[in-house]
């Protein structure tokens, strides 16, 4: 038997790609399954069954001679292939275009450099070595082409494939095996293109996010300044300190979730926000603590109200108790507010005073003004006979028949309350008309006032004569301008006179 058909069949199992490939390796892990010795295919001959190869062997490309021509048999039987044939179909190349094999068995790698010593495979044939060699480069290869997909047809973050590709260069650095490493570097250095152009994509990315973060966080620090400015008077206290804890909770789920600020634009935000916060949460409790002591201050002048009301209540003194209770409510808007539960029960207590005094006031009001019809029926027919009085003509008569009216009116007594306005008023307007006739005969027989009338008359006339003779002389000139200054100062002095005339013949005649 040959060496090869001597060997013991070895289970191909190549050691992963990270480990590095050692010059000795082990039969029991590293020998590629040998060809099937001779007693197993005279076994086969024979009709016994041969075990299959071992899984994982690779065989080598096979090289088949050329067919022989074969008498036909009746009955054909298999062609048994002796060691020879099967070393021939079975012969894996010791060379290629990236390795070679020694005549030692020594395995070389072939670069743009030159030739590499990559290690040995004792216990097999040269080709079955370089073939082992091979398929290690095939499996770094491999996982070179998935990390090249990863980046170019994934979303892998930028810093988890350049992890990737600093251990996988480190294992392609340490690889022994036989294959175009100047392409696999080619590959590598691809992908760390792919990777930089990625991760300057991300690092824009994350500018941009950190741009839009910076200003949602300003945005939130700017409305809680707006906030917190607003003068106190106007701040709806419950709105406002919801939408302050609201803007908290955003920042706290911003600063969570959202994109990392540079620490000193974060921590000068920050410090704005709390000012705001803080600032707010002062004024509040300024606000309430005055509002508490105000409310108190008004409880107190409200309770001091409420009682004097309730001691009113059953006062029978109808008029001065309605101006009292008038008082009372005038106090009561000058109080201002406590709080509302207070508020609304001290009201309460005070209305219910109010309105037991009022309530008894009317019903009292409503019987009287039952009583009274009476008397506004009378005052009715006294109204009649006053309004015929109108107009004054004789002066003394109507101050007469005015005087029996008005003693008529008194004894008639009250009317009802809401008939008072009305007769009393249309009663004052036949009073002041009586009043006025006796004004004017007074005025049109006081002798110093017929004498500033006569005066006046006087003075108009000796204007008048005056303004006369000046036109006659400027006519007489012939200066068309003087006329006509004289003409108009003329008309107007006639005008005045014909008034004061009128007046002084109010007076009576001349004596």
């Known amino acids: ?40 295919l005279e076994a086969s001959a024979a009709g016994t069954a041969v075990e299959a190869p071992v899984e994982g062997a690779v065989e080598a490309p096979v090289d088949e001679p050329a067919a022989e021509a074969t008498p036909v048999a009746p009955a054909p039987r298999p062609v048994v292939p002796s060691p020879a044939m099967f070393a021939r179909t079975h012969a894996a190349p010791t060379t290629s275009e990236f390795g070679r094999v020694g005549e030692d068995g020594v395995v070389y790698v072939i670069t743009p450099e030159g030739e590499r010593e990559v290690g040995s495979y004792p216990g097999v044939s040269h080709g079955e070595a370089l073939a082992y060699f091979v398929r290690k480069y095939d499996d770094v290869a491999a996982l070179v082409t998935l990390l090249h997909q990863r980046v170019t047809q994934t979303d892998v973050p930028a810093k988890e494939a350049s992890d990737s590709l600093a251990k996988l260069r480190e294992q392609v650095t340490q690889a022994r095996v036989v294959g175009d490493l100047a392409a696999l570097d080619q590959r590598l250095a691809d992908i760390e293109a792919g990777i930089a152009t990625r991760r300057a994509a991300e690092s824009a990315a994350r500018a941009e996010a950190k741009a839009a973060a910076t200003t949602a966080r300003e945005e939130i620090v700017a409305e809680a300044e707006q906030i917190a400015g607003q003068p ?40 704005r926000f709390s000012a705001a916060r803080n600032g ?51 106090e009561w808007r000058q109080a201002g507010r406590a709080s509302r539960a207070d508020d609304d029960a001290l009201w309460t207590r005070f209305k219910a005073a109010q309105d037991a005094f009022f309530a008894a006031k009317d019903a009292v009001v409503a019987a009287e003004d039952e009583e009274y019809r009476a008397n506004l029926t009378v005052k009715e027919g006294l109204l009649k006979e006053a ?28 009317v009802p309350r809401a008939d008072l306005e009305r007769t009393e008023k249309a009663l004052r307007r036949v009073e002041q008309a009586v009043r006025d006739a006796e004004d004017k005969r007074w005025a049109a027989s006081n002798p110093e006032a017929a004498a500033r009338a006569q005066s006046l008359v006087d003075q108009l006339e000796k204007a008048v004569a005056d303004l006369q003779t000046a036109l006659d002389k400027a006519q007489a000139s012939g200066n068309a301008k003087k006329v006509s200054e004289a003409t108009a100062a003329l008309e107007a002095r006639q005008q005045w006179l014909a008034q004061a005339r009128a007046g002084l013949q109010e007076f009576g005649p001349r004596g």
């Open 387 to 414: 309004d015929a009085i109108l107009p004054v003509k004789d002066l003394e008569a109507a101050k007469s028949a005015l005087r029996v009216i008005q003693d008529k009116w008194d004894r008639a007594g009250k």
């Open 232 to 271: 106190e008077a106007r701040i709806q206290w419950k709105t406002s300190g919801a939408r302050m804890r609201e803007l908290l909770d955003v920042w706290k789920t911003m600063q969570r979730s959202g994109p990392r600020l540079d620490k000193d634009v974060e921590a000068a935000m920050w410090t």
């Open 280 to 330: 707010f949460d002062k004024a509040r409790r300024s606000h309430f603590a005055h509002l508490d002591s105000t409310q108190a201050q008004a409880r107190a002048a409200k309770e001091r109200l409420v009682a004097d009301a309730e001691r009113l209540a059953t006062s029978h003194d109808w008029a001065v108790t309605a101006g009292a209770f008038k008082r009372l409510m005038d």
């Open 1 to 40: 038997m040959t060496e090869h058909e001597e060997a013991t069949p070895m289970t191909d199992a190549p050691a992963p790609v990270e480990d590095p490939t050692v010059d000795q390796p082990s039969a029991a892990q590293d020998e590629p399954a040998k060809p099937e010795s001779a007693e197993a």
